[in-house]
């Protein structure tokens, strides 16, 4: 490694993942022999370490900290990736943009969604990967060409909405004289026919030669989109990217769509940033659905970045869902998304018939949880006479969330964490959700020595014990993150159900996703109150999606469905979640949580960030927010945005760090980022002083506050 190198080289700006000490950091100078060109993978040296760099195309990164470095002391580039095609100036920008939107360097999110084979990667086993990846794809392309598959003739709705789409995907060049397209919202429930309507907008955009990217929110939907789009395209190469993948097939499949071999490209929400050359259409599936938005590290929604990637490269989106985002709702009220609708089941199915029902008036079965009613185990007996699948849904795992002593009040709360550690009667374990910590349940009371210790409330675990006892012969499966957790369970598992070797399905929201079930008939959420209280402003959206999705599992088609019911338990069945819920109505459900989110200044008619702080205190923690608060305070900007005082996280200690966080509100976007731009290197300097004895981040968009 040579040092120095003068100035008379060609500088360029490389984009490495290094630690950013002052801010928002664009790409790093250098220097190289040969002219490269922007987007190319490099070897840099960065200190001592040797590190995967990009290309970075000049002038569009507002940010540029070495610009003026003393050019002697510029180090020269140590290898190119040879045969790889250079990243795309679009793909570039659309990085640049989620860098700087969600306030992290460049470099760390580029080098991020990279493969992380690729950084290991010296040019010969690079081009050994390339010649691969291409006989792979060479075989699929020469499988014998099947006979082009039977699509089903379009309902009249599916027709109406083609055609509309239609409109827009065939004017692409004109789009580009008259700037991007509006994102379309297709609105449908559950067996509406969405998925078709993706199929034939992909179609279309495969005989224009381009290549089509498809989101969906989790892992588990993939097998299943993936056999569709498989099915309808044969002979034309597919490929999935999800954190599934082993780190061999992530690099084959990005690699794929990068070189512009595979034409469809599946994926979470990592696939946003496929690099894909020709892209001409982005499909979002369940587009409301919270795993679009990454929880760590840059804190960026899927779907928001798929909206701007379709307007920075001019290409239709579909956003599609049953239940969309209350920001995407408002978008298409105002008539910047174009909103197309699907309103019927396809093939007659209905949707179930949705039943309240009031826990303060039902009468309880003895010896049982509260949520298994008379009526309700009355219910689920007719459905097994009758041979068909029943559904129950609860949100929470384990046994019981919490043991408690009744003579001295203990309870099994968590040592690390400011949360109650969870009863899982399996194992016997009292387990912290949180932190991890895991101890046997105690024999006795640890305070008082009482041996009847006894669990509070209930988890699916509980419930699944107690219909078995209660319908003894009745075939009961868990489906929840803890029934799961091998590889090939939850398959395993779903296809008992599709098989009909399940009478009754016990779950978490794990089973109210996607899942094209066919033999259920009824459907019962027994707990689900606890979202209407909740102090997460979109807990009760989220909620309703969930229990919509709930419901849409049962009478999928038509025969089924003039019998099938979907029950709410409820000690609230007066809240108009629950009245809209029962007419199917989102539409007036999306209309009173809008109403009462624009006279609380919430989003979609207030723009958020959220600070966080993490300390070994909680003194520590607010210190750092209380000056980052009143530095902040003393900008101009100030006047325009709302900076709420620190407030501990809703768990506010996990594996004992104490967590506290700080809402700032601004009535636009441009105001958040004009702060948060002007906040970043002084967040930085703040940390510093700290000497490393706190962490911080900032969650733009954030989901829950
Ligand atoms: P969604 O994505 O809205 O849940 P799908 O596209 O999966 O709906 O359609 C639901 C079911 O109806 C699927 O089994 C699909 O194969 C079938 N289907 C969709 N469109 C048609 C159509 N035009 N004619 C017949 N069956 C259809
Ligand atoms: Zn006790
Ligand atoms: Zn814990």
Redesign the pocket.
């Known amino acids: 490694m040579t040092a120095p190198v003068g100035a008379d080289l060609p500088r360029i700006k490389v984009a490495v993942d290094a630690p950013q000490h002052s801010g928002i950091g664009g790409p790093l100078d250098y220097v190289s022999e040969v002219v490269l060109a922007p987007g190319s993978l490099v070897r840099v040296p960065l200190g001592k370490r040797e590190l995967l760099g990009i290309v970075w195309p000049r002038g569009a990164q507002a940010i540029e900290p070495t610009e003026y470095a003393d050019p002697s002391k510029l180090r020269a580039i140590l290898a190119v990736l040879e045969g790889l095609t250079p990243l795309s100036a679009s793909w570039c920008r659309l990085l640049e943009f989620a860098a700087a939107y969600y306030q992290r360097g460049v470099g760390e999110v580029a080098l991020s969604v990279l493969p992380p084979q690729l950084r290991e990667l010296q040019s010969p086993q690079l081009q050994l990967r390339l010649k691969r990846m291409r006989k792979w794809v060479a075989e699929q392309i020469a499988a014998p060409v099947q006979a082009s598959p039977s699509r089903?003739?379009?309902?009249p709705a599916?027709a109406e909405v083609l055609a509309q789409l239609d409109a827009l995907l065939t004017e692409p060049a004109s789009a580009t004289a008259k700037g991007a397209q509006a994102p379309v919202l297709l609105y449908?429930?559950?067996?509406?026919?969405?998925?078709?309507?993706y199929l034939r907008a992909a179609e279309h955009a495969l005989k224009q030669g381009r290549q089509v990217l498809v989101l969906v929110p989790e892992i588990n939907l993939t097998p299943q989109l993936e056999a569709r789009f498989a099915e309808r395209f044969v002979g034309r190469v597919l490929v999935s990217l999800h954190s599934g993948l082993t780190p061999a097939q992530r690099l084959r499949n990005w690699l794929a769509a990068h070189e512009g071999q595979a034409e469809l490209v599946l994926g979470t929400r990592l696939a946003v940033f496929a690099s894909m050359p020709r892209l001409g259409l982005i499909v979002v599936d369940e587009e409301h659905d919270p795993s679009y938005k990454q929880q760590d590290g840059a804190r960026y929604s899927a779907r928001d970045l798929a909206v701007y990637r379709a307007h920075l490269e001019k290409i239709p989106v579909i956003l599609?869902s049953?239940t969309p985002s209350l920001e995407s709702w408002q978008h298409a009220n105002q008539g910047r998304y174009k909103r197309l609708a699907?309103p019927e089941r396809?093939?007659g199915g209905a949707l179930p018939r949705v039943r309240l029902f009031d826990m303060r008036l039902m009468p309880l079965s003895k010896g049982v949880t509260t949520a298994l009613t008379r009526p309700l185990l009355e219910a689920l007996r007719l459905r097994l006479e009758r041979g068909e699948q029943s559904l129950i849904f609860l949100n929470r795992r384990g046994y019981a969330p919490v043991l408690h002593c009744s003579e001295c009040n203990w309870k099994s709360d968590c040592p690390h964490c400011s949360a109650w550690r969870v009863f899982h009667k399996g194992d016997r374990s009292l387990r912290c959700h949180h932190c991890g910590f895991s101890e046997r349940v105690p024999a006795a009371c640890p305070t008082c020595g009482n041996q009847d210790i006894a669990p509070l409330g209930r988890g699916t675990e509980r419930l699944e014990e107690q219909l078995r006892e209660q319908l003894p012969g009745a075939r009961v499966l868990r489906i929840d993150a803890d029934s799961t957790k091998l590889k090939g369970e939850l398959e395993a598992h779903m296809a008992a159900v599709h098989a009909g070797e399940v009478d009754i399905v016990v779950g978490t929201q794990m089973i109210t996703k996607g899942h094209?079930f066919r033999r259920i008939t009824f459907v019962a959420a027994v707990n689900p109150d606890g979202a209407l209280f909740s102090s997460d402003f979109r807990a009760p959206e989220r909620l309703f999606a969930l229990l919509m999705q709930a419901g849409g599992r049962a009478g999928?088609d038509a025969e089924q469905a003039a019998r099938s019911e979907m029950w709410v338990q409820t000690w609230h069945p007066e809240h108009a979640l629950y009245k809209a819920l029962a007419k199917h109505d989102f539409e007036d459900f999306a209309k009173s949580q809008l109403a009462e989110r624009e006279s609380a200044g919430l989003p979609p008619f207030a723009h958020l960030a959220m600070l966080r702080a993490e300390a070994r205190t909680p003194e520590v923690a607010k210190a750092f927010l209380d000056a980052a608060a009143r530095w902040a305070q003393a900008l101009p900007v100030a006047a325009e945005v709302l900076i709420y005082p620190c407030i501990p996280m809703s768990v506010a200690r996990i594996a004992n760090v104490e967590r506290m966080q700080m809402l700032v509100e601004a009535p636009s976007r441009s105001a958040l980022q004009r702060l948060l731009w002007l906040w970043n290197p002084e967040l930085h300097a703040l940390k510093r002083e700290h000497k490393g004895l706190m962490r911080w981040a900032v969650d733009v968009d954030p989901l829950a506050i």
Do not use: H, M, N
Not at 188 to 197: A, H, I
């Open positions: 089903p003739t379009l309902s599916q449908g429930v559950t067996g509406s026919g969405k998925t078709e309507v599609g049953a699907l396809i093939g094209d999928r």
